[in-house]
């Protein structure tokens, strides 16, 4: 009896995760990067990608394990150097939040001459839908974001309220990048891919 096997390729190293769909409307604002040419391609942007995130999610970490502005000798300047710590978790927010997006919506390079096989009980989001979802996400946790920073402000008077503002900033972005850590462990490194292919044996 001949027996078909067939070897699937993860996106992102991993099952993709399926979610509520999207409005198909939402996804055509996500321009997906071109398709690499071969496995080989697919691989290296996977790896490049996933060590942007690693870049920027360690950094941030570690500045939290290194302490906020323990040295600072005055209330101007902590506030100085929160401001400087705030600016930085931000700008590797946006750099992680990237490296999620373009490996959601990159595409596989086209399998051996053959479709594209999915071991999917149910129909599975596309890539740009995926990014789309995360896009939706993530403009509704800024929001969230800036509404818990308007209430911290509201519970300080003077000069503390811009100092508990960025603290507070600061906590909120390191939780918010371990949650999305969480859910789509952009870090791992992608084990070697193995091409899309049918293999017949006995």
Request: proline content about 5%; charged content about 25%; aromatic content about 6%.
């Amino acid at each position: 009896m001949r027996i078909t096997t067939v070897i699937l390729c993860g996106l992102l190293g991993f099952p993709p995760l399926v979610f509520g769909q999207q409005d198909p409307s939402e996804t055509n604002k996500i321009l997906a990067p071109e398709r690499p040419r071969n496995f080989s391609e697919y691989q290296d942007r996977v790896n490049s990608l996933r060590a942007r995130a690693r870049r920027a999610f360690n950094a941030v970490m570690a500045r939290e394990r290194a302490g906020d502005c323990t040295g600072s000798k005055s209330q101007d300047a902590l506030n100085v150097c929160l401001g400087n710590s705030v600016a930085s978790a931000d700008k590797n927010l946006k750099s992680y939040e990237s490296a999620i997006e373009e490996l959601l919506s990159l595409k596989y390079p086209e399998p051996l001459g053959q479709p594209t096989t999915s071991a999917a009980a149910t129909p599975e989001l596309t890539g740009e839908q995926l990014a789309a979802e995360f896009g939706h996400m993530e403009k509704i946790w800024r929001s969230y974001l800036e509404l818990a920073l308007a209430a911290t402000a509201d519970q300080f008077n003077g000069t503390g309220a811009a100092t508990a503002g960025m603290e507070s900033n600061l906590r909120l972005v390191r939780g918010h990048m371990r949650e999305l850590e969480s859910i789509y462990r952009v870090r791992h490194v992608a084990e070697k891919m193995i091409p899309c292919q049918t293999i017949a044996g006995r």
